[in-house]
Every structure is written in C-alpha cells, then in structure tokens.
C-alpha cells in the first residue's frame, strides 16, 4: 500500500496536512498524479516535479518543495512529502 503524508509547513509549524493512500506499489510515472491529488484535497498549488525530486524521494523515502518550486506564489515555507511504511 502507498501511504504519503503531506505537511504544509510555515515557521516549522504544519498548517495543514494529508495522508495520500493506494492499494499497490509505488509507480514513479504516476506519482505528480499522487502530487496533484493531494495538492488539491490541501487546496494548494501543484508544485513543479523534476526528476532530482523523483530520486530524492526514492532514495531518502522524503522531499521538500519550497517556494521556488511553485509557479503560482505560496503562503507557506515548504510542502514535505514523507513516506509512511504500513
């Protein structure tokens, strides 16, 4: 099962936070799709994914967006993606 928390931080407090699921593994193709979901049901910005995101998430099962990965402007510090193991 994918289990992805997502915490909206802001002077390292969470503003809001969403923990993503999905039956399966994780499939890499699909994962701005997880993204996407999740931004939405935080009713935030769709953060732009490059594929260093892709690895760091991959290696160290966590990533960090900041604002300068948003193209519209954030009223927030950073997005933190943490991968839950069930």
Known sequence: MIRIWFKVLKKDKILKQYVF???????????FEYVRESCENLDIPTPII????????????????????????VDFDYLVLENLFS
């Not at 699921?21 to 994962?31: A, H, L, P």
């Not at 990533?63 to 519209?72: I, M, P």
Request: proline letters at 0%; glycine letters at 2%; aromatic letters at 20%.
């Open 21 to 31: 699921e999905k039956q399966g593994v994780i499939d890499y193709s699909e994962f």
């Open 50 to 73: 490059i594929k260093t995101h892709l690895f760091h998430y991959a290696k160290y099962n966590t990533l960090k967006f900041r604002k300068d990965d948003f193209v519209e402007n």
